[in-house]
């Protein structure tokens, strides 16, 4: 669960992208990434 704790670090610092990820969690593993790469890539 390496993800989750990088989640819990990155909810703390920005409660509106980590939201975006929340939703892409609920949509599935495969965009959760997709998404996770946008947001650091930010």
């Known amino acids: 669960m390496k993800a ?3 989640f819990i670090k990155y909810e703390k610092k920005n409660s ?3 939201s ?3 939703r892409a969690v ?3 593993i495969k965009e959760y990434e ?7 890539a930010i």
Do not use: Y
């Not at 997709?34 to 650091?40: Q, Y």
């Open 4 to 6: 989750k704790k990088i």
């Open 16 to 18: 509106k992208k980590a």
């Open 20 to 22: 975006l990820i929340t």
């Open 26 to 28: 609920k949509r599935g």
């Open 34 to 40: 997709e998404t996770f790469r946008k947001l650091a």
